[in-house]
């Protein structure tokens, strides 16, 4: 199984910027699609944005008020790492947000991905 421990959570302000990342350690296999999840309180978790190890394909959540063009995904292979980059920040990006690895199927959801991260809480104020 993967080991995945995120950082770079807090507070911050509407408009602002957060770096969140993400370290995976043990086993590699199946680590070709990692993932950022959100869950806000009360509420499932959503995905966010995942990126393919091995191209570097990025795919981002395409809901309303979508992260897409405010949030970007990005790996660095030296380190073994996996960062979002979140910039204008709105209030309703608070949540926990979780790392995740090992996936196995054709969406991004929740359910098929088998490794997680204990999560990083994200707070913007308004």
């Known amino acids: 199984q993967v080991q995945l421990v995120e950082s770079g959570g807090g507070l911050v302000q509407a408009g602002g910027s957060l770096r969140l990342s993400c370290v995976a350690s043990g086993r590699t296999i199946r680590r070709y699609t990692m993932g950022w999840f959100r869950q806000a309180p009360g509420k499932g978790r959503d995905f966010v944005a995942a990126i393919r190890w091995s191209s570097g394909s990025t795919y981002y959540a395409d809901y309303v008020d979508s992260v897409k063009g405010r949030f970007t995904i990005s790996r660095d292979g030296a380190k073994n790492t996996i960062d979002l980059q979140m910039n204008s920040l709105k209030p309703e990006d608070t949540a926990v947000y979780y790392c995740?690895?090992?996936?196995?199927?054709?969406?991004?959801?929740?359910?098929?991905?088998?490794?997680w991260g204990q999560g990083t809480q994200v707070t913007v104020s308004s």
């Open positions: 995740a690895a090992d996936f196995s199927g054709l969406e991004y959801v929740a359910g098929n991905f088998g490794s």
